[in-house]
């Protein structure tokens, strides 16, 4: 069952990871920065290092995350501005 | 040149597995030491232990780091009024308030379990920061603009109680070196500042971005 798991978590990591770079989106970019975070979340806890699953968890997805989608909030304003003073 | 990159990419994982394999064992065997030395380090976690007692000195280092961060952070062009408010709706709202009280009670147990399991002050500082932007997405936290007395003092808190530890314990001759009846309290005390600091420092590094923005 674990190895299943393991199994389907390595190829969701780098599939997720080839997505999050090769994606020309930017918010979709972002989200698969949060999953892959996630997932590897997920793979130092099957690691058997939960303190580090939990600081990548909070650090690696949660903060990071909300302070990409911020800057994405803030590119984008800025672009909306520009394009209503030209 | 795109095959090319791909093939010189590849190639260069292939090499770098294949060293990785040739690799000797380890000539130094850190688990069994710090198992054999777990009885005085004043915690039952090994990895606190590690962190807190063993390699004290790396992780005062690593709280100035990101002390040194935000005070970047605050150099930086800004001083603009507070982006105005995002209009968030009732129910996240509703949601955060009901979830702060848990994010609060999650960041005291997982201060409290560092002790004997895994949790200690950065996880317990990052799901209170998370708790702060949380505040702040909702509309009820005001983005910082800049750091009053208070917070400063926050802000510098849990460095200046470590640094305030690590300087009495220099009397008995090496820094951050615990006597082991008191190494538990001490470890809790410094935890105790740690989480407080790192909550403000990393909510501060979301907080004064948002209130920075032009």
Not at chain 1, 14 to 25: E, F, I, M, Q, V
Not at chain 1, 53 to 79: F, K, N, P, V, Y
Not at chain 2, 53 to 61: A, S, V
Not at chain 2, 183 to 201: F, K, P, R, V
């Amino acid at each position: 069952m674990s190895l299943a798991f393991d199994l389907l978590l390595v190829p969701a990591l780098l599939w997720s990871a080839w997505r999050c770079l090769a994606t020309p989106d930017l918010t979709r970019a972002v989200v698969l920065f949060i999953v892959f975070g996630l997932l590897m979340a997920l793979a130092w806890a099957r690691l058997a290092a939960p303190d580090i699953a939990l600081a990548e968890a909070a650090i690696g997805a949660g903060l990071t995350g909300a302070l990409l989608l911020d800057a994405l909030g803030a590119l984008r304003q800025r672009r909306g501005e520009r394009q209503e003073g030209a | 040149m795109k095959a090319l990159v791909t093939i010189a990419g590849l190639a260069l994982a292939a090499a770098l597995i294949a060293a990785l394999l040739q690799l000797p064992p380890a000539a130094v065997q850190l688990p069994a030491q710090v198992a054999a030395n777990m009885a005085q380090s004043g915690v039952e976690h090994p990895v606190t232990a590690v962190l807190l007692n063993f390699r004290g000195y790396d992780t005062l280092l690593e709280v100035a780091v990101l002390l040194l961060a935000l005070l970047t952070l605050l150099t930086l062009s800004g001083g603009a009024a507070p982006a105005p408010d995002g209009g968030a709706d009732a129910l996240l709202r509703g949601v955060a308030r009901l979830a702060l009280p848990l994010i609060v009670l999650t960041a005291g147990y997982l201060l409290w379990a560092g002790a004997h399991r895994p949790g200690g002050a950065f996880q317990a500082g990052a799901v209170l920061a998370a708790g702060a932007v949380l505040l702040q997405l909702a509309g009820l936290l005001p983005a910082w603009v800049g750091p009053q007395r208070l917070l400063r003092l926050g802000l510098v808190l849990g460095f200046l109680v470590f640094l305030g530890v690590a300087a009495t314990l220099l009397g008995g001759g090496a820094l951050l070196r615990y006597p082991p009846e008191r190494a538990g309290g001490l470890i809790l005390l410094i935890e105790a500042g740690l989480t407080l600091s790192l909550g403000l420092i990393l909510a501060g590094l979301f907080l004064f971005v948002t209130g920075r923005r032009s």
